[in-house]
């Protein structure tokens, strides 16, 4: 029988034998969210559910195929102007679920698909949590990544129901936990097949009215309880925490603070405090920049995901089940494992069986290391292996959907390879070249079918990397595009399309900046400051410690690269040059700028690397205003030039591919979010100074000098990615 009585906006509620069983299915969109429309009917609902005396017990159960509650409305953030409008909407939330907490009748949470943020918080209100064990099934506090604090119960009521390490581990890290694990910290007390999600939460709901189940209060809740009641074990595990998030966020992010704040309130002045606590910082936190800039690329990534990637609609990606991979090295390998994990055949060539052998043992490593974090089981990692065959010849091209190549970079190598290769693959079939370098468009001079050629750049470690660049030769056909943007996504991969060009984007914005670091060392600056102000700044390793890592004898052969192409402002500079000729390539011959030990772990600057600079040993100091200044408006400027000469397609793909291709700091939003919060005026100022300076190396591209004539923004304040 359903339930009428009330106007029904996306919440369907159903009575089974005096158990309301309330259905929630946002109408016309993917996934459903707290928006305005459903906490308003929630209070209609939780009224309901307070005077409706046939109603004993009720379900909350959601009507999409694999979406629980996706938490807040994110977009409701956007017009927030003041902490006090954030810290409304905070309480109001809170308000509801204390609501939803008190309710006459015991409320059973029927969790299938992600439930995260507001939703966990909707859930950790109820009497009684069931969770489904499928992958979609994940449940965790993300606000953090958000730039925000959970702002409707979650520090208070999460360290209740599972302890606080439990609780600070989750909030902290943003990290999702799967049904099992939750069952084990006692953040659902159930877990069962998909398929008896509802009938047993109803059956669950009875028992609660009937009294023989108790509602629940968390498998380590007692214990948890018992431990962060002592006041000195709760400091201990506090101030750890505190150490810890320093470390990792290096002071840049102050979500975490504020969230560790709201914990500790609520555990040591009582739960009306730390809510009240919560909300407080829940405001302040929704108007900070960092926020601002996070919710952005929050954004920014969901339209990728929906971005085929080709302007001309009606194009359909080509289907890929089979993949062939030329070259099993560093880069083949790393694609395999990839895409063995996302359940696509792949045959992988190499030029002999050792290479080949090698290749299958870094794939197994990857994927091993799943394993080992049991986040598959032995019959899913023997199952995943088995999709990978290895050969030295082209046996079994003969029906692959799409071949990857990633073997030397060298361009007759690459031709040899595409020519072989065509001649065995079926007519439909896409070329893609893994090249960080070498123009599309020249790779596929030597194709037969050179529509049918593209780029796939991976970044390295492929499986740890979220980012993939699709370039598009001269001759690329729109569908053969919109394949290469598909599968990667399938790969789980943030996708951005760029026009070709020495360097495409990313590698073509990261060499001023590395170029420019280079620089100020043959000037004299040491390298370990040079690193720190950049690592200050923002990003996630220094450049000339990115250098020994990526390898001197890559960046300098690409540096030159560039340096062909674009002249002055990428002359690479001496003291990199120098070194690699000295056989310094960084960790992998375990001598570069920085010492290695014998097991290559890293120590401190290499100072015998001085010898090798203009400058010499003697090393002058620089500011770090100076270093950040000319290492990143180089980064800046040449992401403009990008933009400018239609390398990419909008600032929004630009802010991803640096964010998400070289850690460009996110919570600077990317280069162009960053050049409107520094304003272009200022920029183009200061890069003329600079040009003063270093003639030629700071030209303000042109597209900076009209923006900052004409006043406008890469981002017009309410426009959307
Ligand atoms: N608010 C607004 N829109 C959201 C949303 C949210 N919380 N979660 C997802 N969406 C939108 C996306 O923008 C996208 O919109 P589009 O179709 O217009 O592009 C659509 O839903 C589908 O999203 P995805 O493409 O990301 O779908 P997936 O199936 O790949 O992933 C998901 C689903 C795992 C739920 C993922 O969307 C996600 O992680 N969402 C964000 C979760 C989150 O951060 N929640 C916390 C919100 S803050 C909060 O709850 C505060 C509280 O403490 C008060
Ligand atoms: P690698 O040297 O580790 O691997 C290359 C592999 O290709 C070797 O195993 C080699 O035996 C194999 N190979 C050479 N000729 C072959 C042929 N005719 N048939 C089959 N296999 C052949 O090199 P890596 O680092 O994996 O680079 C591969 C490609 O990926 C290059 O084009 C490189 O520019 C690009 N790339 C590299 C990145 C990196 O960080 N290493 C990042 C992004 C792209």
Known sequence: MTGGGLPSYAVRTEIQDGVAVLTLDVPGEPVNTLNRGVRDEFVAIIDRLERDASIEAAVLISGKAENFIAGADIEEFLPLETAADAERLSRSGQMLLDSLERVRVPVVAAIHGACLGGGLETAL????????DHPKTVLGLPEVQLGIIPGAGGTQRLPQLVGLPEALDMILSSRNVRAKKALKTGLVDEVVHPAILRQIAVRRARELVRGTRRPSRGATGARAALMDRNPLGRMLVLKKARETVQKRTKGHYPAPFAALRAVETGLARGS???????????????????????????????????????????????????????????????????????????????????????????????????LKKRQITRTQFEDTLALLGGTVDYSGFGNVDLVIEAVFEDINVKHQVLREVEAVLPEHAVFATNTSTIPISRIAEAAARPSQVVGMHFFSPVHK????????????????????????????????????????????????????????????????????ALVDFGFPVGPITLVDEVGGDVASHA??????????????????????????????????????????????????????????????????????QRCVFAMLNEAARCLEDGIIRSPRDGDAGAVFGIGFPPFRGGPFRYIDTIGVEILVQQLDELNVRFPGRFQPAELLSRLARSGAKFHPAGSRP
């Open 125 to 132: 209100a109820c009497s009684y949590r069931i969770a489904t």
């Open 272 to 370: 009306a405090e730390g809510y009240r606590e919560e909300a407080r910082l829940f405001g302040e936190m929704a108007v900070t920049n960092v926020s601002r800039q996070l919710v952005y690329l929050f954004f920014a990534s969901t339209a990728l995901k929906k971005d085929p990637g080709v302007d001309e609609p009606g194009v359909k990606p080509r289907p890929v089940s089979k993949l062939g991979i030329l070259g099993a090295g560093f880069m083949g390998a790393g694609i395999a494992s990839v895409a063995v994990q996302q359940g696509t055949l792949v045959r992988m060539k190499d030029a002999d069986h050792a290479r080949v052998g090698k290749g299958f043992a870094a794939v197994r490593k990857v994927v091993e290391e799943r």
């Open 465 to 532: 990397m979220p980012l993939l660049e699709v370039i598009t030769g001269e001759a690329t056909a729109p569908d053969v595009t919109a394949t290469a943007v598909a599968y990667g996504k399938k790969l789980g991969k943030t996708v951005i399309v760029v026009n070709d060009g020495p360097g495409f984007y990313v590698n073509r914005i990261l060499f001023p900046y590395i170029n420019e670091a280079g620089r100020l060392i043959d000037q004299g600056a040491a390298i370990h400051e040079v690193d720190r």
């Open 559 to 628: 540096a030159r690269i560039m340096f062909d192409a674009f002249s002055d402002r990428f002359e690479p500079s001496k003291t990199l040059d120098a070194a690699v000729a000295a056989g310094r390539y960084g960790r992998k011959s375990k001598k570069g700028f920085y010492l290695y030990d014998e097991k290559g772990e890293k120590g401190g600057v290499d100072e015998s690397v001085y010898e090798l600079t203009p400058a010499g040993a003697a090393r002058s100091e620089f500011s770090a205003d100076e270093i950040q």
